[in-house]
């Protein structure tokens, strides 16, 4: 089945770390992104990738590093310059990059990232 | 300031009943407005999507209407379940690359 695997489904983090969430997507889908989620708020971007080896900042950019260097895959690291990283990011890709296209995203099942 | 406003309170209804949510917005103009389904610690799931210039859509059971006009949608759950039992976020798609979401609304059915 096609679809978007986000991995872990839950980390640890010890303050001054980075961790890096995986998100694998095999639905050939141009544009990946990744959001964080907290409660009582709507879902921020922090960064998107339109194609290999090109990715651009959201609004929430800021203590985040992603890659795309596979068509499949759009890694987020959380640095240790992020001060408030405790949330739930989603990972999400959509069929074409740029203004075509509807704009529906498909999301991954969410990493829960808790800073210790 | 861009602002979606979607009513922050839980919404209560019973089984069979009609749920309906509003999904407010002000300085977008966007090309489409998508609802999406998020069950708790998961990944929001698309639903429906409406353009700008449709004023209303149905899929099975759910109803989305758009006034560009007043800047809102409604979205409406016929018959509802306890199954319908979820969040439900509304976003704005403004042809671009960025798609924006308000914070949801937490609908309960009781059986």
């Known amino acids: 089945d096609g679809g978007i695997t986000q991995s872990p489904k839950y980390l640890f983090r010890k303050e001054g770390q980075n961790v890096t969430l995986s998100c694998e997507q095999n639905?050939?889908?141009?544009?990946m992104y990744w959001y964080r989620q907290d409660p009582g708020q709507g879902l921020r971007l922090i960064y998107y990738?339109?194609?290999?080896?090109?990715?651009q900042k959201g609004d929430i950019a800021e203590g985040y590093s992603v890659s795309r260097e596979k068509k499949e895959s759009f890694p987020l690291t959380v640095t240790s310059a992020q001060k408030n990283p405790t949330a739930f990011y989603l990972c999400?890709?959509?069929?074409?990059?740029?203004?075509?296209?509807?704009?529906?995203?498909?999301f991954g099942e969410g990493s829960r990232l808790t800073v210790l | 300031s861009q602002k979606i406003e979607q009513n922050s309170e839980a919404l209560n209804i019973q089984e069979g009943k009609t749920a309906t949510l509003t999904c407010n917005y002000t300085?977008?103009?966007?090309?489409?407005l998508q609802w999406y389904r998020q069950d708790p610690g998961r990944g929001p799931v698309f639903l429906l999507l409406?353009?700008?210039?449709?004023k209303e859509k149905r899929k099975e059971r759910l109803k989305v209407t758009f006034d560009t006009t007043l800047k809102q949608s409604l979205f409406h759950i016929t018959a509802s379940q306890p199954a319908d039992s979820a969040t439900y976020l509304c976003?704005?798609?403004?042809?671009?690359?960025?798609?924006?979401f308000g914070a949801g609304t937490r609908l309960f059915v009781k059986a």
């Open positions: 999400a890709s959509s069929i074409r990059a740029g203004g075509a296209g509807t704009g529906e995203l498909f």
């Open positions: 990738s339109q194609i290999v080896n090109d990715f």
């Open positions: 409406i353009r700008e210039n449709e």
């Open positions: 639905l050939n889908h141009d544009a």
């Open positions: 976003a704005l798609h403004t042809g671009g690359f960025k798609t924006i």
């Open positions: 300085n977008y103009s966007p090309a489409y």
